[in-house]
Nanobody, 116 residues
Framework: QERLVESGGDSVQAGGSLRLSCAAS????????TGWYRQAPGKEREKVAI????????PYADSVKGRFTISRDNVENTLYLQMNSLRPEDTAIYYC?????????WGAGTQVTVST
């Protein structure tokens, strides 16, 4: 049974930091492309960052460049998103994605709220 569980979401003030985690089980994580997406209220889900199985990262969303860092641990089957200098516009539900053998698996999401 494939399962992705995000954690680390919280309410913080602008300028703060959070580290999101996504623990994967039941998927071949080490060979998978993985990523973080987010969805703010009233908006479509958008890509934040992608990291391939060899730890190559694709371009970050312009809105998070220089502030967010994606990483992964193929031993612990865990995906991370370090978020610094958070802004109110970063408020969203953050979802992790695992793509393996042509299948996409999503977590249930974790809420990040940034206040002024």
């Amino acid at each position: 049974q494939e399962r992705l569980v995000e954690s680390g979401g919280d309410s913080v003030q602008a300028g703060g930091s959070l580290r999101l985690s996504c623990a994967a089980s039941g998927v071949t994580f080490r060979n998978a492309a993985t990523g973080w997406y987010r969805q703010a209220p009233g908006k479509e889900r958008e890509k934040v960052a992608i990291i391939d199985s060899d730890a190559t990262t694709n371009p970050y969303a312009d809105s998070v460049k220089g502030r967010f860092t994606i990483s992964r641990d193929n031993v612990e089957n865990t995906l991370y998103l370090q978020m610094n200098s958070l802004r109110p516009e970063d408020t969203a539900i953050y979802y992790c994605l695992v793509i393996t053998f042509g299948q996409r698996y999503w977590g249930a999401g974790t809420q990040v709220t940034v206040s002024t």
